[in-house]
Nanobody
Framework: QVQYVESGGGMVQPGGSLRLSCSAS????????MTWYRQAPGQEREIVAV????????VYHAAVKGRFIMSRDSAINTVYLQMNNLTPEDTARYYC?????????????WGQGTQVPVSS
């Protein structure tokens, strides 16, 4: 059974940093491309970063490029999102998910996410 447990969020001041973790189970993260998403209040969920299956390429949303770093620890089936120089615009709930094929029902499974409020 696919599950995601996101953690590491919390209140942070502008300019601060956080490291989010996503512990996955029910599948092997190194067998799939992995994605970090975020959803701000009243807004659609958006892609923040996508890591290739091989783990050797990450594509970032333009708004976070140069500030966020996505990484993976295959040994513990976990992906990370290092977030630096945070701004109030980064305030959102953050989620991770594997890049399942479009028809795969596992694409409807989400974790609880982790909340990141950025405020002074």
């Amino acid at each position: 059974q696919v599950q995601y447990v996101e953690s590491g969020g919390g209140m942070v001041q502008p300019g601060g940093s956080l490291r989010l973790s996503c512990s996955a189970s029910g599948f092997t993260v190194s067998n799939y491309a992995m994605t970090w998403y975020r959803q701000a209040p009243g807004q659609e969920r958006e892609i923040v970063a996508v890591m290739s299956r091989a783990g050797d390429n990450v594509v970032y949303h333009a708004a976070v490029k140069g500030r966020f770093i996505m990484s993976r620890d295959s040994a513990i089936n976990t992906v990370y999102l290092q977030m630096n120089n945070l701004t109030p615009e980064d305030t959102a709930r953050y989620y991770c998910q594997a890049a399942w094929p479009t028809s795969d029902i596992r694409g409807h499974i989400w974790g609880q996410g982790t909340q990141v409020p950025v405020s002074s």
